[in-house]
């Protein structure tokens, strides 16, 4: 049996990806992801086959949350103590929907498989990995240079099932594997 590794995800308009394309840069060491598939991660699921593929996506398919704006603020790292492994965009102080969304998703997951992991999570937009080789205080310029990043809000009104998988340059491929709209 075929699986795939799924996730739950909010798509970015093209103009919110090229915002945030254009400061994805000036730091060695870092693993930028491509532009067009930069997304907002609500919940990662893991490996599945067809037949739990599909009990999620009913389950998903059950979720009612009506569309929100999003605004895209400030930078960061993961984690915040330790060495940096993971460069992101920001939410500002995002939308109260976007939590009830993450809350309903959560529910639904939860109603398939009780073993899902849904602990807390910061939203937040992966921008790049970083590797051994980057430099701490390049990076902490880097963010100082971006403290006051912000690109345009947009309109969330779907929600997407996506799967990942790995490439022979080493990033993933992502692509939805179900569309749910958002509606009350």
Do not use: N
């Not at 730091?27 to 599945?48: A, M, N, Q």
């Not at 398919?61 to 984690?79: A, D, K, T, Y």
């Not at 492994?85 to 959560?106: P, S, T």
């Not at 006051?148 to 491929?173: C, N, Q, V």
């Amino acid at each position: 049996m075929e699986t795939q590794r799924l996730f739950v995800a909010l798509a970015l308009p093209a103009v919110v990806r090229s915002e945030l394309a254009g400061v994805m840069e000036g730091v060695e060491g870092i693993r930028w992801s491509p532009p067009g598939s930069l997304h907002l991660t609500l919940r990662f699921i893991g490996d599945c086959g067809a037949a739990k593929r599909e009990a999620l996506a009913g389950a998903l398919g059950r979720v009612r949350v009506e569309p929100f704006i999003l605004p895209v603020e400030g930078l960061g790292v993961f984690p915040s103590r330790g060495p940096a492994k993971v460069v992101w965009a920001g939410l500002g102080g995002a939308h109260r929907r976007l939590f009830q969304l993450r809350k309903q998703v959560d529910e639904a997951l939860l109603s398939v498989d009780l073993t899902l992991d849904v602990r807390h999570c910061q939203p937040h937009i992966t921008l790049g990995r970083l590797g051994e080789g980057h430099e701490p205080k390049e990076l902490a310029k880097y963010l100082a240079r971006h403290a006051e990043f912000e690109a345009p809000p947009f309109r969330a009104d779907e929600f997407h099932l996506m799967s990942s998988e790995p490439s022979a340059d080493a990033t993933p491929r992502y692509s939805s594997v179900r569309r749910f709209a958002l509606a009350k």
